[in-house]
């Protein structure tokens, strides 16, 4: 399923939503003649896991390297951004060069940003493996890094070239991040779109089973709502800029889990 992006003040942009990795490689190549090196930057889990998917895809058209970060939070930093611009300057990157992301919202704010920075910008593209990043990080070109303890206080404003979700990454995902994401879609459907929310309720089976046709159609609706609000179309009163703030998602996110565990409880 293909999402086309555009905007009068960016270039625009592709979002796809895949089964699996199959479609990467006619989506991403075209994008880039005049590339000769791509650099994938992903973290420690998630390229563990999916090195093997996406480099021989890459292999057949470009030079390829990669930079790995640790998982989580505390790599938002801008020390590990400076770290991806030496080894760029050190790999003999340039501006026609490409960085791809490869993982969740963490990798998508890094990549972005040492994107932006490397020879005043250079092209970047991201492949989400996370329900957070698919419906929410990667979506709206923001990248920031953490800084003397406030969240995302330093980044920029850049628009990747793709975004790629292939969705069996999710079945690898651990369920407290999977429902951490499905709290941000299930706010989406309370705060913008009441039947998309009762959907949700309707397919709640088939989401939390993971079933591709479900989820693609879950993402592409959810996608179209962040897309609304950072239209500004969405976003009217300072109740709604409250609601739209990571405090709802938080809730969500504890009451689902909560939910879950006395399922799985009650299961066993
Ligand atoms: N820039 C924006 O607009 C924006 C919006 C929302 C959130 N964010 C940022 O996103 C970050 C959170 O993103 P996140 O929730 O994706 O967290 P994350 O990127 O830290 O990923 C969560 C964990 O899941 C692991 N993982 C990722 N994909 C996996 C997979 N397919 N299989 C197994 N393990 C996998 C990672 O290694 C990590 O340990 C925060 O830093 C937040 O500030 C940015």
């Given amino acids: 399923m293909e999402i086309p992006v555009i905007s009068k003040r960016t270039d625009s942009y592709s979002i796809f939503i895949e089964p699996d990795f199959s479609g990467f490689k006619e989506r991403f ?21 999916y090195k093997e998917s996406v480099e021989p895809l890459l292999k057949e058209s470009f030079e390829v390297v990669s930079f790995v970060i640790k998982p989580g939070e505390a790599s938002k930093d801008i ?36 994107a932006s920075l490397y020879h005043r910008g ?12 698919m419906t929410d990080a990667s979506i709206g070109g923001k990248n920031g890094v953490d800084f003397e303890g406030i969240k995302n206080i330093i980044g920029s404003f850049k628009m990747p070239s793709l975004i790629y979700m292939p969705l069996n ?4 995902l651990p369920e407290r991040e999977f429902y951490a994401g499905f709290a941000e879609i299930m706010k989406h459907g309370l705060l913008a779109d009441s039947r998309f929310y009762m959907w949700l309720v309707d397919n709640m089976y ?27 179309i969405l976003l009217r009163t300072e109740t709604e800029r409250f609601l739209t703030s990571d405090t709802l998602s938080d809730m969500l996110w504890k009451a689902i889990s909560q939910a ?7 299961l066993r």
Avoid at 31 to 49: G, H, N, R, T
Wanted: aromatic share 8%; glycine share 6%; proline share 2%.
């Fill in 29 to 49: 190549a075209p994008l880039f003649p005049d590339a000769k090196k791509v650099c994938i930057v992903s973290d420690e889990s998630v390229y563990s896991l």
């Fill in 79 to 114: 020390n590990v951004v400076l770290e991806i611009e030496k080894f760029l300057k050190e790999s003999g990157f340039t501006r026609k060069d490409v960085l791809l992301g490869l993982g969740g919202g963490v990798v998508s704010d890094i990549t972005g940003f040492a």
């Fill in 122 to 133: 250079i092209a970047h593209a991201f492949i989400a493996t996370t329900l957070l990043a």
């Fill in 169 to 172: 990454t999710l079945d690898s």
């Fill in 206 to 232: 088939e989401i939390c089973d993971k079933d591709k046709d479900t989820l693609a159609q879950m993402l592409e609706t959810s996608i179209h709502i962040k897309r609304r609000w950072l239209r500004g």
């Fill in 260 to 266: 879950n565990m006395f399922m799985v409880r009650q």
